[in-house]
DNA sequence: TGTACATCAGTGAACGCGCGTTCACTGATGTAC
DNA sequence: TGTACATCAGTGAACGCGCGTTCACTGATGTAC
Protein backbone atom coordinates (compact mmCIF):
# COMPACT_ATOMS: atom_id res chain seq x y z
CA UNK A 1 0.00 0.00 0.00
CA UNK A 2 1.02 3.65 -0.73
CA UNK A 3 0.77 4.69 3.14
CA UNK A 4 2.15 3.14 6.27
CA UNK A 5 -0.28 0.34 8.05
CA UNK A 6 -2.20 2.13 10.38
CA UNK A 7 -2.28 5.54 8.62
CA UNK A 8 -6.09 5.54 8.05
CA UNK A 9 -6.88 5.22 11.64
CA UNK A 10 -4.21 7.66 12.35
CA UNK A 11 -6.62 9.81 9.56
CA UNK A 12 -9.77 9.17 11.20
CA UNK A 13 -8.47 10.30 14.38
CA UNK A 14 -6.86 13.44 12.88
CA UNK A 15 -10.65 14.37 11.54
CA UNK A 16 -11.91 13.27 15.01
CA UNK A 17 -9.99 15.49 16.90
CA UNK A 18 -10.67 18.74 14.51
CA UNK A 19 -14.24 18.14 14.48
CA UNK A 20 -14.17 17.92 18.11
CA UNK A 21 -12.61 21.11 18.37
CA UNK A 22 -14.62 22.71 15.55
CA UNK A 23 -17.92 21.60 16.09
CA UNK A 24 -17.21 22.65 20.07
CA UNK A 25 -15.95 26.48 18.24
CA UNK A 26 -18.31 27.40 15.96
CA UNK A 27 -21.68 24.84 17.23
CA UNK A 28 -23.02 21.67 15.56
CA UNK A 29 -24.83 23.48 13.21
CA UNK A 30 -22.25 26.16 12.39
CA UNK A 31 -19.15 24.26 10.69
CA UNK A 32 -19.39 21.90 7.44
CA UNK A 33 -17.73 18.52 6.69
CA UNK A 34 -15.45 20.89 4.20
CA UNK A 35 -14.32 22.99 7.11
CA UNK A 36 -13.56 20.05 9.60
CA UNK A 37 -11.99 18.42 6.84
CA UNK A 38 -9.71 21.64 5.95
CA UNK A 39 -8.83 22.05 9.72
CA UNK A 40 -7.36 18.26 9.45
CA UNK A 41 -5.74 19.09 6.71
CA UNK A 42 -7.54 17.14 4.19
CA UNK A 43 -10.64 17.84 1.17
CA UNK A 44 -14.01 17.05 1.65
CA UNK A 45 -14.11 14.35 -0.72
CA UNK A 46 -12.56 11.71 1.34
CA UNK A 47 -14.36 12.02 4.63
CA UNK A 48 -16.89 8.93 3.86
CA UNK A 49 -13.91 6.47 3.55
CA UNK A 50 -14.29 7.44 7.61
CA UNK A 51 -17.61 8.03 8.65
CA UNK A 52 -20.99 6.65 7.54
CA UNK A 53 -22.53 10.16 7.48
CA UNK A 54 -21.96 13.72 9.32
CA UNK A 55 -23.90 12.60 12.81
CA UNK A 56 -21.82 9.31 12.66
CA UNK A 57 -18.95 11.69 13.13
CA UNK A 58 -20.68 14.07 15.51
CA UNK A 59 -21.36 11.40 17.40
CA UNK A 60 -18.07 9.99 17.74
CA UNK A 61 -16.55 13.47 18.60
CA UNK A 62 -19.01 13.89 21.11
CA UNK A 63 -17.73 10.80 22.86
CA UNK A 64 -13.99 11.53 22.09
CA UNK A 65 -15.06 15.11 23.94
CA UNK A 66 -16.08 13.17 27.19
CA UNK A 67 -13.43 10.78 27.38
CA UNK A 68 -10.51 13.40 26.85
CA UNK A 69 -12.37 15.24 30.34
CA UNK A 70 -12.82 12.04 31.97
CA UNK A 71 -9.16 11.71 31.36
CA UNK A 72 -8.76 15.28 33.07
CA UNK A 73 -10.75 14.07 36.07
CA UNK A 74 -9.39 11.19 36.66
CA UNK A 75 -5.30 12.55 36.71
CA UNK A 76 -3.50 12.52 40.12
CA UNK A 77 -4.84 9.95 41.49
CA UNK A 78 -2.88 9.44 44.32
CA UNK A 79 -3.80 13.20 45.27
CA UNK A 80 -6.50 13.25 47.99
CA UNK A 81 -9.54 13.48 47.22
CA UNK A 82 -10.80 17.16 48.54
CA UNK A 83 -7.89 18.47 46.91
CA UNK A 84 -9.05 16.92 43.68
CA UNK A 85 -12.21 17.73 43.61
CA UNK A 86 -11.00 21.27 44.49
CA UNK A 87 -8.44 21.90 41.48
CA UNK A 88 -11.74 20.41 39.53
CA UNK A 89 -13.52 23.32 40.64
CA UNK A 90 -11.29 25.94 40.27
CA UNK A 91 -10.49 24.91 36.89
CA UNK A 92 -14.13 24.21 35.42
CA UNK A 93 -15.28 27.72 37.09
CA UNK A 94 -12.16 29.83 35.78
CA UNK A 95 -11.88 32.35 32.84
CA UNK A 96 -9.41 30.19 31.69
CA UNK A 97 -12.24 27.32 30.42
CA UNK A 98 -14.54 29.92 29.56
CA UNK A 99 -12.36 31.20 27.35
CA UNK A 100 -11.18 27.88 25.44
CA UNK A 101 -14.42 26.78 24.45
CA UNK A 102 -12.79 24.51 21.66
CA UNK A 103 -11.10 22.78 24.23
CA UNK A 104 -13.61 22.70 27.08
CA UNK A 105 -16.02 20.34 29.25
CA UNK A 106 -19.11 19.53 26.11
CA UNK A 107 -21.70 19.63 28.81
CA UNK A 108 -22.13 23.71 28.80
CA UNK A 109 -20.75 24.02 24.68
CA UNK A 110 -23.66 21.76 23.59
CA UNK A 111 -26.50 21.49 26.09
CA UNK A 112 -28.54 23.89 24.39
CA UNK A 113 -27.73 22.30 20.89
CA UNK A 114 -28.27 18.84 21.83
CA UNK A 115 -31.95 18.80 21.58
CA UNK A 116 -31.72 19.53 17.84
CA UNK A 117 -29.39 16.45 16.98
CA UNK A 118 -29.58 13.23 15.84
CA UNK A 119 -30.76 10.39 18.38
CA UNK A 120 -26.67 9.04 17.86
CA UNK A 121 -24.94 11.78 19.20
CA UNK A 122 -27.70 12.38 22.28
CA UNK A 123 -26.89 9.22 23.36
CA UNK A 124 -23.01 9.71 23.25
CA UNK A 125 -23.94 12.55 25.63
CA UNK A 126 -26.13 11.07 27.93
CA UNK A 127 -23.79 8.74 28.24
CA UNK A 128 -21.05 10.70 28.67
CA UNK A 129 -23.25 13.53 31.37
CA UNK A 130 -24.04 9.92 33.22
CA UNK A 131 -20.13 8.66 33.56
CA UNK A 132 -19.68 12.52 34.86
CA UNK A 133 -22.20 12.59 37.36
CA UNK A 134 -21.01 9.26 38.61
CA UNK A 135 -17.35 10.13 38.65
CA UNK A 136 -18.20 13.38 40.55
CA UNK A 137 -20.16 11.03 43.00
CA UNK A 138 -17.53 9.20 43.72
CA UNK A 139 -15.31 12.22 44.81
CA UNK A 140 -17.64 13.19 46.79
CA UNK A 141 -17.72 9.45 48.63
CA UNK A 142 -14.01 9.63 48.72
CA UNK A 143 -14.96 13.35 50.72
CA UNK A 144 -17.21 11.77 52.86
CA UNK A 145 -20.86 13.17 51.87
CA UNK A 146 -23.62 10.79 52.80
CA UNK A 147 -25.94 12.12 49.79
CA UNK A 148 -23.04 11.89 47.00
CA UNK A 149 -25.33 11.55 43.86
CA UNK A 150 -27.75 14.42 44.93
CA UNK A 151 -25.30 16.74 45.45
CA UNK A 152 -23.06 15.53 42.34
CA UNK A 153 -26.60 16.33 40.02
CA UNK A 154 -27.03 19.65 41.93
CA UNK A 155 -23.27 20.71 41.71
CA UNK A 156 -23.02 19.49 37.98
CA UNK A 157 -25.76 22.15 37.06
CA UNK A 158 -24.25 24.58 38.74
CA UNK A 159 -20.81 24.58 36.99
CA UNK A 160 -22.63 23.86 33.78
CA UNK A 161 -25.00 27.22 34.07
CA UNK A 162 -22.03 29.13 35.51
CA UNK A 163 -19.81 27.90 32.29
CA UNK A 164 -22.48 28.12 29.86
CA UNK A 165 -23.60 31.80 31.03
CA UNK A 166 -19.98 33.08 31.17
CA UNK A 167 -19.73 32.46 27.84
CA UNK A 168 -22.84 34.56 27.12
CA UNK A 169 -21.35 37.49 29.34
CA UNK A 170 -18.69 40.25 29.01
CA UNK A 171 -15.60 39.53 30.89
CA UNK A 172 -16.20 41.55 33.58
CA UNK A 173 -19.62 40.11 34.49
CA UNK A 174 -18.24 36.70 33.39
CA UNK A 175 -16.00 37.16 36.09
CA UNK A 176 -18.35 38.04 38.41
CA UNK A 177 -20.51 34.79 37.54
CA UNK A 178 -17.87 32.74 37.89
CA UNK A 179 -16.51 34.01 41.13
CA UNK A 180 -20.05 33.34 42.51
CA UNK A 181 -20.08 30.07 41.93
CA UNK A 182 -16.93 29.22 43.31
CA UNK A 183 -17.57 30.95 46.31
CA UNK A 184 -21.12 28.96 47.13
CA UNK A 185 -19.90 25.96 45.75
CA UNK A 186 -16.80 25.86 48.37
CA UNK A 187 -19.74 27.24 50.74
CA UNK A 188 -21.60 24.21 50.05
CA UNK A 189 -18.83 21.86 50.72
CA UNK A 190 -17.49 23.21 53.53
CA UNK A 191 -14.51 23.78 51.83
CA UNK B 1 -56.04 51.52 3.03
CA UNK B 2 -57.18 48.09 2.58
CA UNK B 3 -56.30 46.98 5.71
CA UNK B 4 -57.61 48.42 9.48
CA UNK B 5 -55.06 51.04 11.22
CA UNK B 6 -52.59 49.28 13.11
CA UNK B 7 -52.51 45.86 11.23
CA UNK B 8 -49.42 46.19 10.24
CA UNK B 9 -48.12 46.20 13.71
CA UNK B 10 -50.15 43.65 14.82
CA UNK B 11 -48.52 41.53 11.90
CA UNK B 12 -45.19 42.35 13.25
CA UNK B 13 -46.15 41.09 16.90
CA UNK B 14 -47.33 37.76 15.29
CA UNK B 15 -44.03 37.36 13.19
CA UNK B 16 -42.38 37.72 16.64
CA UNK B 17 -44.17 36.02 18.62
CA UNK B 18 -44.26 32.58 16.25
CA UNK B 19 -40.29 33.46 15.60
CA UNK B 20 -39.83 33.75 19.85
CA UNK B 21 -41.25 29.95 19.94
CA UNK B 22 -39.83 28.64 16.77
CA UNK B 23 -36.18 29.87 17.63
CA UNK B 24 -36.72 28.31 21.06
CA UNK B 25 -38.17 24.98 19.72
CA UNK B 26 -35.92 23.88 16.78
CA UNK B 27 -32.91 26.69 17.75
CA UNK B 28 -31.98 29.55 16.59
CA UNK B 29 -30.38 27.96 13.42
CA UNK B 30 -32.23 25.47 12.99
CA UNK B 31 -35.44 27.51 11.92
CA UNK B 32 -35.93 29.58 8.63
CA UNK B 33 -37.14 32.61 7.81
CA UNK B 34 -40.35 30.84 5.33
CA UNK B 35 -40.94 28.70 8.37
CA UNK B 36 -41.63 31.20 10.93
CA UNK B 37 -43.47 32.83 8.36
CA UNK B 38 -45.97 30.06 7.95
CA UNK B 39 -46.38 29.82 11.73
CA UNK B 40 -48.25 32.98 11.69
CA UNK B 41 -49.85 32.94 8.53
CA UNK B 42 -48.34 34.38 6.05
CA UNK B 43 -45.60 33.68 3.10
CA UNK B 44 -41.97 34.43 3.57
CA UNK B 45 -41.66 37.41 0.91
CA UNK B 46 -43.59 39.76 3.38
CA UNK B 47 -41.09 39.82 5.83
CA UNK B 48 -39.05 42.14 4.74
CA UNK B 49 -41.80 45.05 5.73
CA UNK B 50 -41.06 43.90 9.12
CA UNK B 51 -37.53 43.77 9.35
CA UNK B 52 -34.59 44.42 8.05
CA UNK B 53 -32.64 41.33 8.40
CA UNK B 54 -33.20 37.81 10.05
CA UNK B 55 -30.78 38.92 12.73
CA UNK B 56 -32.68 42.24 12.97
CA UNK B 57 -35.65 39.66 14.01
CA UNK B 58 -34.11 37.68 16.58
CA UNK B 59 -32.55 40.15 18.41
CA UNK B 60 -35.94 41.45 18.59
CA UNK B 61 -37.93 37.73 19.89
CA UNK B 62 -34.86 37.41 22.10
CA UNK B 63 -35.79 40.93 23.83
CA UNK B 64 -39.63 39.76 23.77
CA UNK B 65 -39.15 36.23 25.03
CA UNK B 66 -37.20 38.45 27.95
CA UNK B 67 -40.04 40.39 28.64
CA UNK B 68 -42.71 37.54 28.89
CA UNK B 69 -40.70 36.17 31.42
CA UNK B 70 -40.07 39.21 33.54
CA UNK B 71 -44.08 39.76 33.85
CA UNK B 72 -44.15 35.92 34.83
CA UNK B 73 -41.35 36.82 37.61
CA UNK B 74 -43.23 39.85 38.66
CA UNK B 75 -46.62 38.55 38.58
CA UNK B 76 -48.30 38.49 42.26
CA UNK B 77 -46.36 41.25 43.77
CA UNK B 78 -49.13 41.58 47.08
CA UNK B 79 -47.74 37.81 47.86
CA UNK B 80 -44.41 37.83 50.57
CA UNK B 81 -41.39 37.68 48.95
CA UNK B 82 -40.13 34.01 49.85
CA UNK B 83 -43.50 32.86 48.72
CA UNK B 84 -42.66 34.76 45.28
CA UNK B 85 -39.27 33.19 45.38
CA UNK B 86 -40.47 29.67 46.35
CA UNK B 87 -42.96 29.63 43.99
CA UNK B 88 -40.76 30.86 40.73
CA UNK B 89 -38.01 28.03 41.98
CA UNK B 90 -40.67 25.05 41.51
CA UNK B 91 -42.18 26.73 38.48
CA UNK B 92 -38.56 27.09 37.18
CA UNK B 93 -37.05 23.93 38.14
CA UNK B 94 -40.39 21.74 37.02
CA UNK B 95 -40.62 19.03 34.56
CA UNK B 96 -43.50 21.00 32.35
CA UNK B 97 -40.75 23.54 32.13
CA UNK B 98 -38.23 21.32 30.65
CA UNK B 99 -40.78 20.14 28.43
CA UNK B 100 -42.62 23.68 26.65
CA UNK B 101 -39.49 24.63 25.67
CA UNK B 102 -40.94 27.17 23.10
CA UNK B 103 -42.51 29.22 26.03
CA UNK B 104 -39.56 28.92 28.83
CA UNK B 105 -37.00 30.87 29.54
CA UNK B 106 -34.65 31.92 26.67
CA UNK B 107 -31.66 31.05 28.98
CA UNK B 108 -31.07 27.91 29.51
CA UNK B 109 -32.53 27.24 25.10
CA UNK B 110 -29.95 30.20 23.33
CA UNK B 111 -27.04 29.65 26.16
CA UNK B 112 -24.63 27.39 23.78
CA UNK B 113 -26.19 28.88 20.52
CA UNK B 114 -25.59 32.55 21.81
CA UNK B 115 -21.66 32.56 21.20
CA UNK B 116 -22.32 32.34 17.95
CA UNK B 117 -25.40 34.67 17.02
CA UNK B 118 -24.95 37.88 15.38
CA UNK B 119 -23.99 41.14 17.71
CA UNK B 120 -27.53 42.58 18.12
CA UNK B 121 -29.09 39.04 19.50
CA UNK B 122 -25.76 39.28 22.09
CA UNK B 123 -26.71 42.22 23.32
CA UNK B 124 -30.36 41.44 23.57
CA UNK B 125 -29.43 38.55 25.70
CA UNK B 126 -27.00 40.10 27.99
CA UNK B 127 -29.20 43.10 28.70
CA UNK B 128 -32.42 40.52 29.60
CA UNK B 129 -29.83 38.01 31.68
CA UNK B 130 -28.64 41.37 34.02
CA UNK B 131 -32.29 42.03 34.28
CA UNK B 132 -33.15 38.65 35.35
CA UNK B 133 -30.19 38.81 37.80
CA UNK B 134 -30.87 42.19 39.35
CA UNK B 135 -34.95 40.84 39.84
CA UNK B 136 -33.42 37.60 41.63
CA UNK B 137 -31.14 39.62 43.76
CA UNK B 138 -34.05 41.97 44.92
CA UNK B 139 -36.21 39.56 45.88
CA UNK B 140 -33.59 38.50 48.25
CA UNK B 141 -32.83 41.92 49.53
CA UNK B 142 -36.46 41.48 50.25
CA UNK B 143 -36.01 37.72 51.94
CA UNK B 144 -33.35 39.20 54.03
CA UNK B 145 -30.28 38.02 52.43
CA UNK B 146 -26.79 39.92 53.20
CA UNK B 147 -25.39 38.83 49.68
CA UNK B 148 -28.08 38.91 47.41
CA UNK B 149 -26.34 39.47 44.29
CA UNK B 150 -23.58 36.70 44.59
CA UNK B 151 -26.25 34.56 46.16
CA UNK B 152 -28.85 35.05 42.81
CA UNK B 153 -25.65 34.90 39.74
CA UNK B 154 -25.03 31.47 41.71
CA UNK B 155 -28.82 30.69 42.03
CA UNK B 156 -29.38 31.15 38.60
CA UNK B 157 -26.58 29.47 37.30
CA UNK B 158 -27.65 26.33 38.83
CA UNK B 159 -31.52 26.60 37.45
CA UNK B 160 -30.14 27.42 34.44
CA UNK B 161 -27.86 24.49 33.94
CA UNK B 162 -30.30 22.06 35.92
CA UNK B 163 -32.81 22.82 32.92
CA UNK B 164 -30.47 22.48 30.11
CA UNK B 165 -29.52 19.37 31.81
CA UNK B 166 -32.59 18.35 31.84
CA UNK B 167 -34.15 18.90 28.29
CA UNK B 168 -30.59 16.43 27.22
CA UNK B 169 -31.95 13.65 29.53
CA UNK B 170 -34.60 10.70 29.75
CA UNK B 171 -38.02 11.62 31.76
CA UNK B 172 -36.01 9.74 34.79
CA UNK B 173 -32.79 11.51 34.89
CA UNK B 174 -34.51 14.44 34.47
CA UNK B 175 -36.62 14.40 37.14
CA UNK B 176 -33.71 13.71 39.57
CA UNK B 177 -31.91 16.39 38.02
CA UNK B 178 -34.55 18.99 38.95
CA UNK B 179 -35.33 16.97 42.58
CA UNK B 180 -31.43 17.88 43.04
CA UNK B 181 -31.61 21.03 42.24
CA UNK B 182 -34.60 22.03 44.20
CA UNK B 183 -33.59 20.29 47.35
CA UNK B 184 -30.07 22.00 47.69
CA UNK B 185 -31.29 25.33 45.80
CA UNK B 186 -34.26 25.28 48.96
CA UNK B 187 -31.10 24.33 51.29
CA UNK B 188 -29.20 27.12 50.57
CA UNK B 189 -32.17 29.25 51.26
CA UNK B 190 -32.70 27.55 54.86
CA UNK B 191 -36.46 27.44 53.09
C1' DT C 1 15.34 -7.92 -12.31
C1' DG C 2 11.63 -5.95 -14.95
C1' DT C 3 6.94 -5.25 -16.39
C1' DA C 4 1.84 -5.27 -15.86
C1' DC C 5 -1.68 -5.02 -12.84
C1' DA C 6 -4.30 -4.39 -8.25
C1' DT C 7 -5.04 -1.65 -4.23
C1' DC C 8 -7.03 2.18 -1.89
C1' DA C 9 -6.55 6.87 0.76
C1' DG C 10 -7.33 10.99 -0.90
C1' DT C 11 -9.01 14.59 -4.69
C1' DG C 12 -12.20 17.72 -6.74
C1' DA C 13 -16.22 18.38 -9.76
C1' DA C 14 -21.00 17.71 -9.58
C1' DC C 15 -25.77 16.75 -7.63
C1' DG C 16 -30.06 18.33 -5.31
C1' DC C 17 -31.66 21.02 -1.57
C1' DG C 18 -32.89 24.71 1.64
C1' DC C 19 -31.46 29.03 3.02
C1' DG C 20 -31.70 34.56 3.26
C1' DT C 21 -32.75 38.06 0.32
C1' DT C 22 -34.78 40.63 -3.74
C1' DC C 23 -38.36 42.14 -6.66
C1' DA C 24 -42.20 42.60 -9.95
C1' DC C 25 -46.73 41.92 -9.09
C1' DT C 26 -51.69 41.59 -6.80
C1' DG C 27 -55.80 43.41 -5.15
C1' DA C 28 -58.57 45.69 -1.69
C1' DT C 29 -59.31 50.11 -0.21
C1' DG C 30 -58.78 55.34 0.22
C1' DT C 31 -58.49 59.79 -2.26
C1' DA C 32 -59.00 63.29 -6.12
C1' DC C 33 -61.95 65.50 -9.05
C1' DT D 1 -72.42 59.90 -7.49
C1' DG D 2 -69.02 57.84 -10.49
C1' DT D 3 -64.52 57.07 -12.39
C1' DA D 4 -59.39 57.02 -12.43
C1' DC D 5 -55.56 56.73 -9.81
C1' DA D 6 -52.47 56.08 -5.55
C1' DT D 7 -51.32 53.32 -1.65
C1' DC D 8 -49.15 49.44 0.46
C1' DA D 9 -49.39 44.73 3.12
C1' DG D 10 -48.81 40.62 1.37
C1' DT D 11 -47.55 37.04 -2.60
C1' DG D 12 -44.61 33.90 -4.99
C1' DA D 13 -40.94 33.23 -8.42
C1' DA D 14 -36.16 33.89 -8.74
C1' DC D 15 -31.20 34.84 -7.29
C1' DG D 16 -26.69 33.26 -5.43
C1' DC D 17 -24.70 30.54 -1.88
C1' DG D 18 -23.16 26.83 1.16
C1' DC D 19 -24.44 22.49 2.64
C1' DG D 20 -24.18 16.96 2.81
C1' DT D 21 -23.44 13.49 -0.26
C1' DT D 22 -21.81 10.94 -4.51
C1' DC D 23 -18.57 9.44 -7.80
C1' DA D 24 -15.09 9.03 -11.46
C1' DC D 25 -10.51 9.72 -11.08
C1' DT D 26 -5.34 10.08 -9.32
C1' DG D 27 -1.06 8.31 -8.09
C1' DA D 28 2.11 6.04 -4.99
C1' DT D 29 3.05 1.62 -3.63
C1' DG D 30 2.59 -3.61 -3.20
C1' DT D 31 2.08 -8.05 -5.64
C1' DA D 32 2.23 -11.54 -9.56
C1' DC D 33 4.87 -13.70 -12.79
New interface residues.
Given amino acids: MRYPAGHKAETRKAILLHAAAGLRE ?2 V ?2 IGLAAIMRRAGLTHGGFYQHFGSRDDMVAAAVTHMFEEGAALLDAGEDVPAPDRLSRFLDRYLSASHVAR ?1 ARGCP ?10 MAETA ?1 AS ?2 DG ?2 ALVARLAALLVECGRSDP ?3 A ?2 M ?7 V ?2 A ?4 IA ?1 AA ?2 L ?3 R ?3 RL ?1 LGF
Same sequence: chains 1, 2.
Fill in positions: QGRGIVPTLASELPHRYRVAETLRSLSELVGAALRTQGEETAASRHVR
